[in-house]
């Protein structure tokens, strides 16, 4: 429907809401329109998700549950009841939110997209099979099943272990100067190591001296002797002791290094445990199937001369090459071809793909395209086309660079939720109203562009699409636009404008409109003269194949590139592991994995070195978007440590003193100050049986957190639950005067999270606000220069406004003597950078190289970089 009659079509083509008070959300009414394009946009916190996922989403998934079966409702992960009077013709809803990937080691690209069936059952009905082999079934090539999982990694594809060298890495020290750094530290360690002297093992002798037997067993045993233990106790005095029988301090159980690694990892709850035992463990492909993960017997089948493990490790550009020719019923056999030998380096195998050879890892002769009867030729062809067909999907989406075998929690957010809308794509849905979370997140403006075809596409096909998002050229191509504000938190809520975009040009008290109106252009500071630098020399990581980069010092720097370039890999990974590894910093490990040990290349392993400029840097940040806790219990104000000044406060008042209570007492995690009956939590779970649990607030504590007493105690009018119950512009105003926690709110205000509860739980919080919270943190501290910070994607969730804000911080950052690295998308932030690294030209193994470096007007300016025309527009 053309855009002009959307503003005349009739009432029974709208979704019509009433009544909405979903979070910060003033009991709004709004009508949106069906079978378009719908952008809802606002500053960040002004109600935009309330509206799209707390209350549209959440209200169509309710009554679509409300039609299976009991049963199956307790299946589905149902997102509650929206606090809304009543929503009228709302279809059926799809919901794709920005989320890291799954966990599981198992989730791969393939998997979520479905290519992995077919991919097997290619295998399993027309497979090359070796003589008198029987036909495997399309479980059997699944290294997630028994029947197909190899026998000695269990489908992992790799293997660890904990080697001496990993767990004494200073053989010079002794054991009571703790050469062995894979034990536990603090008290638990001291006890081992006492432990080991009443066993009789020498403590004090350089590890190095010990001998071989006595390593062994420390490190590798399985025994757990529980003997008496006499702490302080030197080896004489404890063999003195225990000739006399001395009563012991306690007994303590022994248990081997190795051991105690492995029995961390596999059970510990604590994040920073795993991840610290983690740095112990080393990880290499598995000996047996060479890290494709299958049984002998699956592997020895081949589809155009490529066993299914080593397809699956091809980016799925080269896998659509291969299986061209089977989709367009070309089956022809060339002459035996010899392989060179045994190789699971994917860049060997891409070699042998593209000249026409076998990529058959078993170094005998194998046919590329084998002879097949008719029989197969048919069911290849046929499911070869289908693959191709969705495979093309998935290019269109730029995400060709990816392989099948990619682990999900490897992948970025916009990653994940394209290769989710590339599904919902090729299901051929209509009538369904799609609700996204910004997905342009993570997007390069080049790549922007296959996804603006991909909502089309949705779009023509009869759906509806709701977008929460901030990118303004997807604001241009709504049919429709409702934007929420004016400003965050409890100043927003309302619904400013819903119609065409041009109509948001008179509406003064909007945002978004002199942004998405005003001229483009940006600030154009004068860029800082550079006399320094950071040098990188010979990076080899993922797609980096010997970079050389270098970074200006104390300037503001920005990495560029198409998403899958290599610009996280190049900044992210080599440059933060580099300069850490220079400041003495210990090897960091990528997030530890719920259910599996640390894939090879967890544990940081850059080959590279770092050149000049390396000493100018005294101190390195990296401000990440991991969450900043993963319970409710951590929250902005126990992160930021301001709510350690506000409990001492609290602790100084005239009741307190008199009944004696502490800062502890006004700790929710404490039982001295909580509520008991839901033990600081704020609520209780109420279990409905075949409906969503409902999480009420606490009958004792009302939500509050805290014990009758504790909330008996004020703070110029109020208790300590109301403090946390503030915004933190509201307690800005309220601790003016305490600059302890004066200092912290301000940042805060200034970095755009002035709408955020100081006791807003840290799971509550998207990535980006996150990442803002980290920055606002270290901005606290004194700025005394020589300190790098590396940001990746510090504008995502953000509106321009608040961009803006963000801007200002970063750049007095530079002013104040230190140098900023961020990796970045969105071209206003580009255009106000000193320097310049587009990294590319394309993603994947198309990438991974310095195409520019420069100033931003020479970086505009680059006839052979796909970000030069995006950024000349600003520079105009």
Known sequence: MPRRERQNTSAAAFVRVRGAREHNLQDIDVDIPRDALVVFSGISGSGKSSLAFGTLYAEAQRRYLESLSPYA?????????????????????????????????RSTVGSVTTLSSLVRMLYSRAGTYPSKQPMLYAEDFSPNTPQGACPNCHGLGYIYDVTEASMVPDPSLSIRERAIASWPPAWHGQNLRDILVTLGYDVDTPWSRLPKKDRDWILFTEETPTVPVYPGFTPAETRTALRRKTEPAYMGTYTGARRYVLHTFATTQSALMKKRVSRFMSGAPCPVCKGRRLKREALSVTFAGLDIGTLSQLPINRAAEVLKPAADGHFDTPAKTRTRGRSDHRKDVAARVEAGGSAHAGGSDVRRTPDLSEEKRIAAQRIAHDLLDRIGTLQALGLGYLTLDRPTPTLSPGELQRLRLATQIRSNLFGVVYVL???????????????????????????????VEHDLDLMRRADWLVDVGPDAGQNGGRVLYSGVPSGLRDVEASHTRRYLFGKRDTRRREARPVSQWLELRGIHRNNLHGVDARFPL????T?????????????????????????????????????????????????????????????????????????????????TGLFDHVRK??????????????????????????????????????????????????????????????????????NIAQVLGMTVDDARAFFADETAVARPLE????????????????????GGEAQRIKLATELQRSQRGDTLYVLDEPTTGLHPADVDKLMTQLHGLVDAGNTVIVIEHEMRVVADSDWVVDVGPGAGEEGGRIVVAGRPDDVGRATHSRTAPYLALWLR
Not at 73 to 90: A, H, K, Y
Not at 443 to 455: I, K, T, V
Request: glycine share 10%; with cysteine; aromatic share 6%.
């Open 73 to 105: 409702r307790r299946l589905v992960n149902q997102v509650g009841v929206p606090d809304v009077d009543s929503i009228e013709g709302l279809p059926p809803a799809v919901a794709l939110q920005q989320q890291r990937g799954t966990p599981n080691v």
């Open 437 to 467: 979370d910004e997905p342009s997140a993570g997007l390069h403006p080049a790549d922007s562009e296959a996804l603006y075809d991909a909502l089309d596409q949705l779009k023509v096909a009869g759906n509806t699409l709701f977008v």
């Open 554 to 557: 104390r300037a503001f720097t």
């Open 559 to 639: 990495v560029t590139g198409v998403s899958g370039s290599g610009k996280s890999s190049l900044v992210s990974q080599a440059l933060v592991e580099l300069v850490g590894e220079h400041l003495g910093h210990e090897p960091s490990t990528e997030d530890a994995e719920a259910d599996g040990p640390p894939r090879p290349g967890s544990i940081a392993r850059t080959a590279g070195r770092i050149g000049a400029g390396a000493d100018a840097i005294r101190r390195m940040v990296n401000v990440d978007q991991k969450p900043i806790g993963r319970t409710p219990r951590s929250n902005l104000a126990t992160y």
């Open 649 to 718: 406060l609290f602790a100084a008042t005239k009741t307190a003193k008199a009944r004696r209570y502490g800062a502890g007492r006004f700790s929710f995690n404490v039982p001295q100050g909580r509520c008991e009956t839901c033990e600081g939590e704020g609520f209780v779970s109420v279990e409905l049986l075949f409906m969503p649990s409902v999480y009420a607030p606490c009958p004792t504590c009302h939500g509050q957190r805290y014990n009758a007493k504790t909330l008996e105690i004020a703070w110029r009018g109020r």
């Open 747 to 766: 940042l805060l205000h200034d970095i755009g999270l002035g709408y955020l509860r100081l006791g807003q739980p840290a799971t509550e919080l998207s």
